[in-house]
């Protein structure tokens, strides 16, 4: 189906890429999504019928998730802004986020021969700055960082999938803020038996975790006169996963006014990782260096 740009008909690009900009779902990622969103308000109370199409929705919301632009900055050929924005917070306030990334995460460990429930977690936050519509009551300075801003908890399981999040102020101590994030995991997933941090969640909650979780949080500890970066023992894929988020630019800085929709924009950016790894079929691979020629300059 063609769309229009600036007056002008561009048809989907081979690639089966709808609209054709790259953050765009395939055919074979929106077959995954599209069962999973909720039927449509329609009926003598429901609404009128939806003048765009939904998958235009998911790819606007995808676009500013990937991109990093501002609602009102949706290029003219997605629906209008106001539009995206209310799907955006309709879907994350009756929990259609939520239950799309967990069926996805689900899909994805049954794909790498894992049970769909995680047995074991890992939980890390990540300090990162806030843009200035981000009222001052739901940020902080993390002390340790020296950032202003806000502070993210995620739980995740062994192969990097998203469990929990909770974002708050960065001037939340990461023992303190973690408990939430445990304590979702714990009831969310019940099968999970323990959990890995590093050192600064040590201490207390540890002792918290097993009293009212009766769940172990083992503390991954660096080696003894280790200097510079070096892969951890089971932290490294929460630290991967860190890596996944914030190769997206709407998350490489806080813009949400509310903490829940930065948590929100967290779940879009797996929802799309997590399709694009069902739907692949290969190993991810990188573009290596492209040697200098007058064909590529």
Not at 24 to 34: C, F, I, R
Not at 149 to 157: A, E, L, S, Y
Request: overall charge positive; charged content about 25%; proline content about 7%.
């Amino acid at each position: 189906m063609p769309c229009r740009r600036a007056g002008v008909v561009v048809e989907p690009v081979v690639s089966g890429v709808w609209g054709g900009y790259p953050s765009d779902l395939t055919d074979s990622q929106w077959a995954l999504v599209e069962p999973l969103l909720p039927p449509a308000r329609v009926g003598p109370r429901g609404g009128r019928r939806e003048k765009h199409p939904r998958r235009r929705i998911v790819d606007a919301i995808f676009y500013v998730v990937r991109s990093g632009c501002a609602w009102r900055q949706l290029p003219k050929d997605f629906p209008p802004w106001p539009t995206v924005y209310w799907y955006f917070t309709w879907w994350h306030d009756d929990g259609t986020v939520e239950r799309i990334h967990d069926a996805l995460r689900g899909w994805v460990r049954e794909a790498d021969g894992r049970d769909a429930e995680p047995s074991a977690g890992l939980i890390d936050s990540q300090s990162v700055r806030t843009a200035d519509t981000v009222p001052a009551s739901t940020r902080g300075f993390d002390a340790g960082k020296k950032i202003k801003g806000r502070k993210r908890f995620i739980v995740t399981d062994t192969l990097g999938l998203l469990i929990a999040v909770h974002v708050v102020a960065a001037s939340v101590q990461d023992r303190d803020g973690a408990r939430r994030s445990l304590l979702w995991a714990r009831l969310d997933h019940p099968k999970i038996e323990k959990f890995w941090a590093d050192q600064g969640f040590a201490g207390r909650l540890v002792e918290w975790t097993a009293q009212i979780l009766g769940r172990e949080l083992e503390i991954v500890r660096k080696a003894p006169g280790q200097r510079g970066f070096q892969v951890q023992p089971k932290r490294w894929a929460i630290e991967r996963t860190f890596s996944w988020l914030t190769a997206h630019r709407r998350l490489a800085r806080d813009y949400e006014s509310s903490p829940a929709h930065s948590e929100t924009m967290i779940r879009w950016a797996m929802i799309g990782i997590m399709a694009r790894r069902l739907t692949r079929g290969h190993a991810a691979t990188r573009q290596g260096p492209r040697p200098l020629s007058p064909t590529n300059l």
